[in-house]
């Protein structure tokens, strides 16, 4: 059967302000009125019900999944008493899965993209979960088509083609600096690294403990006290004395058989102030700029997002150009388009 495993542990330091330790990204609203982890649960629910989604996110915001997501069991909500990255928090919910359901495809996703049309990302997924359940060895990667020369995201180089529009991963590709991301961009050749993953559960299971055996060693104790009076406390040592990794590092750069599928939906991460210019681009005045929840009057002033809290608020630009504003209710930000990879740095965890 599927099962869906949402991410929901990240931060997302680069839309600071709104996004800071107690209020992380997953829990912003876009669109719809709806927190992106809200869109995130409902656009799976076609494909897999909620009795096969597993939420992991941070201890302290598991009561407020619960309040956003009533239909998820409060069981099927994982919270990490620690921030270990991806392959442990993975491991985690292939431990749960297989309990159940020794045969089950995982989808594997974060829960703060956004996504159209939604039927043709579950059709995507339909076809990545009957690749891997015809070769069972495959880890299977979504990439997506860039258009545009970003320095935000990872790339995946592709290989060999393996059937009509699935590939081998040749190579995992950091976010790379300007000059190295026009030259993916003007090859063909590289897929934005949109971290959608589709796999066996017993495969990354079996791949996690190859690669990472301290990693697989906990596992095997946490999952030994499922079902036990001590399995909080099992949990929560054993996951904390986890190294922290992600699953790319981990498992995918290491793994024989990756395989990336090429997609076609609309897919924004929204991991950046700048991401809005996409998200919004059909609100743009006729000098560029955005407004979000929030009014503006502009002079001589250009290529602009303003994101505000209060729609009857008034900002007013003169002689403003390429500059994104955010007002929350204690915090300003204004800042350059181009400075935003500095913005991580306004705070620590």
Same mark, same amino acid.
């Given at each position: 059967?599927?099962?869906?495993?949402?991410?929901?542990?990240?931060?997302?330091?680069?839309?600071?302000?709104?996004?800071?330790?107690?209020?992380?990204?997953?829990?912003?609203?876009?669109?719809?009125?709806?927190?992106?982890?809200?869109?995130?649960?409902?656009?799976?629910?076609?494909?897999?019900?909620?009795?096969?989604?597993?939420?992991?996110?941070?201890?302290?915001?598991?009561?407020?999944?619960?309040?956003?997501?009533?239909?998820?069991?409060?069981?099927?909500?994982?919270?990490?008493?620690?921030?270990?990255?991806?392959?442990?928090?993975?491991?985690?919910?292939?431990?749960?899965?297989?309990?159940?359901?020794?045969?089950?495809?995982?989808?594997?996703?974060?829960?703060?993209?956004?996504?159209?049309? *939604?039927?043709?990302?579950?059709?995507?997924?339909?076809?990545?979960?009957?690749?891997?359940?015809?070769?069972?060895?495959?880890?299977?990667?979504?990439?997506?088509?860039?258009?545009?020369?970003?320095?935000?995201?990872?790339?995946?180089?592709?290989?060999?083609?393996?059937?009509?529009?699935?590939?081998?991963?040749?190579?995992?590709?950091?976010?790379?600096?300007?000059?190295?991301? *026009?030259?993916?961009?003007?090859?063909?050749?590289?897929?934005?690294?949109?971290?959608?993953?589709?796999?066996?559960?017993?495969?990354?299971?079996?791949?996690?403990?190859?690669? *990472?055996?301290?990693?697989?060693?906990?596992?095997?104790?946490?999952?030994?006290?499922?079902?036990?009076?001590?399995?909080?406390?099992?949990?929560?040592?054993?996951?904390?004395?986890?190294?922290?990794?992600?699953?790319?590092?981990?498992?995918?750069?290491?793994?024989?058989?990756?395989?990336?599928?090429?997609?076609?939906?609309?897919?924004?991460?929204?991991?950046?102030?700048?991401?809005?210019?996409?998200?919004?681009? /059909?609100?743009?005045?006729?000098?560029?700029?955005?407004?979000?929840?929030?009014?503006?009057?502009?002079?001589?002033?250009?290529?602009?997002?303003?994101?505000?809290?209060?729609?009857?608020?008034?900002?007013?630009?003169?002689?403003? /150009?390429?500059?994104?504003?955010?007002?929350?209710?204690?915090?300003?930000?204004?800042?350059?388009?181009?400075?935003?990879?500095?913005?991580?740095?306004?705070?620590? *965890?």
């Amino acid at each position: 059967m599927y099962h869906s495993v949402l991410l929901a542990g990240g931060i997302g330091r680069r839309l600071f302000p709104e996004s800071t330790p107690s209020h992380p990204k997953p829990f912003l609203v876009f669109e719809n009125n709806q927190t992106l982890l809200e869109t995130s649960f409902k656009r799976m629910l076609p494909l897999v019900p909620p009795e096969r989604t597993w939420i992991i996110t941070a201890k302290a915001m598991k009561e407020r999944v619960r309040l956003l997501l009533p239909d998820a069991a409060e069981e099927q909500i994982l919270a990490e008493p620690a921030g270990r990255n991806t392959a442990p928090a993975i491991g985690w919910a292939a431990a749960k899965i297989l309990e159940t359901d020794p045969d089950a495809v995982m989808f594997v996703l974060p829960s703060d993209h956004v996504i159209k049309p *939604e039927n043709v990302f579950r059709q995507t997924l339909q076809e990545a979960a009957a690749l891997v359940q015809s070769m069972p060895e495959m880890l299977l990667t979504l990439g997506i088509k860039p258009v545009f020369p970003a320095t935000s995201y990872g790339y995946i180089q592709k290989g060999a083609e393996i059937k009509d529009g699935v590939f081998y991963a040749r190579k995992f590709c950091e976010k790379p600096p300007l000059p190295q991301a *026009e030259e993916y961009f003007q090859s063909g050749q590289y897929f934005w690294n949109a971290g959608i993953f589709i796999w066996k559960a017993r495969m990354i299971w079996d791949l996690l403990h190859r690669y *990472e055996p301290e990693i697989g060693q906990r596992l095997d104790e946490m999952r030994d006290s499922f079902g036990s009076n001590d399995e909080a406390a099992v949990t929560e040592e054993c996951f904390a004395a986890m190294k922290s990794i992600s699953i790319d590092y981990a498992v995918m750069e290491r793994a024989e058989t990756v395989g990336v599928l090429a997609t076609s939906f609309d897919w924004n991460d929204v991991g950046t102030w700048r991401a809005l210019d996409r998200l919004y681009a /059909h609100e743009r005045d006729a000098d560029g700029n955005i407004a979000v929840n929030v009014k503006t009057a502009a002079v001589n002033s250009s290529n602009c997002t303003v994101r505000g809290n209060e729609a009857n608020r008034l900002v007013v630009l003169v002689g403003i /150009h390429d500059t994104v504003v955010v007002q929350t209710d204690d915090t300003v930000l204004i800042m350059k388009k181009d400075q935003e990879e500095l913005l991580g740095n306004c705070f620590k *965890e």
